[in-house]
């Protein structure tokens, strides 16, 4: 059972080589939420979050997918509320996608895929001083999960996607400021998922308070193109891989409970 295994399936992507040893592997993400079997608890609060665009710093490309980092050295873009005890900071946000619109989000709702999935990624700071311990924490990051389908242009989005052909080689990375996250947010941001889980790229750690909202945001068929224009690859590789289906497979429920802010 995949539930006590040691080691989490190498995943299909080329770049992970051979089992990854993951402490324990019970509580691992992306998993599909079962909507009938989600649990309603009239405890969860309505996500709180401030975010400061001033402290928007860079956009890079890590091999894997395109990160917006945050300033996080002070308190001025915060998450709190939802399932959260805590206060946490934003540090960055970054996409996981498909090569087609068919499919690309980590996460899915009754077996349905998206075509992207947006991560917004925060770290306890009222317990840790730093990501980096965080990480490595049961109760240390929260990751804001929201789906992408294909309709309408975002127009938020575009200030981004205008950035994304200066870093199509991996390492590469641009000055990027004052981008509001919040704009990436949807309308309702009451309604939402959440379980305990890992991140879904290594170090895999078991960390992550997930908040899947329910409701999607759209975004046109030419700004995901965009996204699917990136390379895994850096400048001096012979052969140039298009970054596109960098999303983990799902991995088991192992037991938890996915709880909705919702009935
Ligand atoms: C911290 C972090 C890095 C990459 C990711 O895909 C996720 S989900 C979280
Ligand atoms: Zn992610």
């Known amino acids: 059972l995949a539930c006590s295994s040691k080691y989490v399936l190498s995943q299909m992507h080329p770049m992970w080589q051979g089992p990854l040893a993951v402490p ?10 079962v909507v009938r079997k989600s649990v309603f608890d009239s405890k969860l609060k309505p996500l709180v979050t401030n975010y400061d665009p001033q402290t928007c710093q860079q956009i890079w490309n ?5 990160l917006v980092e945050y300033d996080d050295t002070t308190d001025k873009s915060t998450l709190k509320g939802g ?8 540090c960055q946000f970054h996409f996981h996608w498909g090569e087609s619109n068919a ?26 001083s730093l990501f980096e311990e965080a990480v490595m924490e049961d ?15 975002h127009e938020g989005l575009q200030k981004l996607v205008d950035a994304l052909p200066a870093i199509r080689h991996k390492d590469s990375v641009v000055e990027f400021t004052r981008f509001d996250p919040a704009c990436l ?7 939402y998922w959440t379980y305990h889980g890992s991140l879904t790229t290594p170090p895999l750690t078991e960390s992550v308070s997930w908040i899947v909202m329910k ?14 224009s990136l390379l895994f690859t850096s400048a001096e590789e012979d052969v140039q891989k298009s970054m596109v289906n960098n999303f983990r497979v799902q991995q088991s429920l192992c037991g938890r409970t ?6």
């Open 62 to 66: 890590n091999g894997y997918s395109f």
């Open 185 to 191: 947010l949807p309308a309702n941001t009451d309604d």
């Open 24 to 33: 324990g592997g019970d509580r691992q993400s992306p998993i599909d939420i």
């Open 215 to 228: 409701q999607h945001i759209e975004v046109s068929h030419d700004q995901l193109a965009v996204f699917r």
């Open 83 to 90: 399932p959260l005890q805590d206060q946490f900071r934003l």
């Open 258 to 263: 996915v709880r909705s802010s919702f009935t």
């Open 139 to 153: 109760n240390g990051l929260a990751v804001i999960g929201i789906f992408l389908k294909v309709g309408k242009r």
């Open 103 to 128: 499919w690309g989000s980590e996460h899915t709702v009754d077996r349905r895929l998206f075509p992207a999935e947006l991560h917004l990624v925060h770290w306890n700071s009222d317990k840790y």
